[in-house]
């Protein structure tokens, strides 16, 4: 009922002021006389943990509400991003909304749509009226994440799909110049793939984040890592992109750090920056971590950033065998190398890039290694030179 103590509110104001409020995107689904019913929601929301109760708000002039209202059960569909065509088609009146649209039963005989992110399945608890809508409550009988992939956002009247603060590639004029230098080092990485058999990376850093910018693949192969994905840039990973910056940089490093550094560990880690400074390239060996995190990085060039996979690259990044320099690498343990990394320097004798020769076959002869290691310097030289890079004078005379 409106009030006379406060000022008119225009709808108008009222919507566009409330659609600067994101919310997910639902579809809320039931059984009508063997038939499945659906609508979209934006007003769903948890209410209690203990009972477990859920509730979304429905317009008092919606058709399809009051059916709903009717079934014994109802389940709600969270939606994935890429579905918001399916959305479209649930929110229109008189369309055949199931027409396409693959289903099972939930326990409760609601149906769930394929693909959904999440689904609820609930029977009816109460029903409470608030000015033009209803407010549904419905204790939750039976729930699971399907596909826990990036959700469906609504948000200033559009659809979207959620980012994170950090490891997005965003809008950084760094990341132009890493493009465009990936670019001229285009030709050399596919020739190196082409000779060692083995993926080529160009990888550029961005304040706390290195980013996959380009890829050469050996031919038949396609790379596992999509251009774009990022990788925490805190230790032990990009060893290479601090170790020509200057204590100031590898301070900001170690602060990235996901745990607290000890200060034996700040040694150990000077120590390797060091050795990377002296070799001018560094190893990286297979373990499960590495495994786990290669696997990982492959998920969220499939499903996208979704938090939960970045906190667990971020902890497997945090947790990476923290030994694995140029002197690790001998008889015993070049089988076990899965990348190559070296820097290619930009004019103010920076690393502009970094090239990673990736997934090396397990069981390599060291001389194999070696060659591989020539090869990926003798490239980056290359690119180096090309660009009227600055090789630091202590490397300079190795290359
Ligand atoms: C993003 C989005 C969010 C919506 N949220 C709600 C909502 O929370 N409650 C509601 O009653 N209708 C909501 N609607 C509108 C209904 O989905 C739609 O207008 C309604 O289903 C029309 O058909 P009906 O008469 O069959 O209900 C939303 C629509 C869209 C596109």
């Known amino acids: ?27 809320v689904t039931a059984m009508e006389g063997g038939k499945p019913i659906g609508m979209v929601v934006g007003s769903f929301t948890s209410v209690s943990l203990d009972p477990p109760l859920v509730a979304f708000l429905a317009d008092r002039s919606s058709t399809t509400f009051p059916r709903i209202r009717e079934a014994t059960t109802f389940c709600v569909n969270v939606l994935a991003a890429d579905q918001e065509a399916l959305c479209r088609s649930f929110a229109t009146r008189g369309a055949d909304r199931f027409a ?106 961005c304040t706390d984040t290195f980013i996959v910018v380009a890829s050469a693949s050996p031919s038949g192969s396609t790379a596992p890592l999509r251009i774009g994905t990022a990788l925490p840039f805190a230790p032990p990973a990009g060893r290479i ?18 745990e607290p550094l000890t200060a034996a560990e700040r040694e150990r880690l000077d120590a390797e920056v060091d050795a990377v400074r002296r070799h001018g390239w560094t190893p990286a060996f297979y373990s499960d971590r590495m495994e786990d995190l290669w696997q990982t990085l492959g998920q ?73 290691r020539d090869d990926l310097l003798a490239v980056c030289g290359r690119v180096t030179a090309s660009l009227g890079g600055r090789v630091p004078p202590e490397l300079a005379d190795g290359r």
């Open 300 to 372: 969220i060039g499939k499903v996208g950033q979704t938090p939960m996979l970045v906190r667990h690259v971020s902890q497997l990044v945090a947790s990476l065998e923290r030994h694995s320099t140029p002197e690790d690498v001998d008889e015993k343990t070049a089988g076990t190398v899965q990348s190559l990394m070296a820097p290619i320097f930009g004019t103010d004798g920076q690393v502009a890039l970094m090239l990673s020769l990736s997934g090396i076959p397990r069981g390599s002869s060291l001389s194999r290694i070696e060659e591989l």
């Open 1 to 27: 009922m409106p009030t006379t103590l406060s000022p008119a509110i225009e709808p108008r104001e009222f919507r566009n002021v409330l659609g600067h409020f994101p919310t997910g995107v639902c579809i």
């Open 100 to 205: 396409d649209v693959e289903w099972r039963a939930a326990p409760s005989g609601a149906p769930i749509l394929e693909n959904v992110v999440a689904w609820i399945d609930c029977v009816p608890d109460a029903i409470h009226e608030a000015g033009d809508h209803y407010i549904h409550i419905g204790r939750v009988t039976d729930l699971a994440v399907e596909n826990p992939t990036l959700p469906l956002l609504f948000f200033q009247g559009g659809y979207g799909a959620f980012t994170l603060g950090s490891l997005v590639m965003g809008a950084n004029p760094a990341m132009a110049e890493h493009l465009a230098i990936a670019d001229r080092a285009r030709d050399e990485m596919t020739a190196l793939a082409g000779r060692s058999d083995v993926e080529v990376l160009a990888l550029g850093a």
């Open 241 to 258: 992109f601090v170790a020509w910056a200057g204590q100031e940089s590898i301070h900001a490093w170690y602060e990235r750090s996901a």
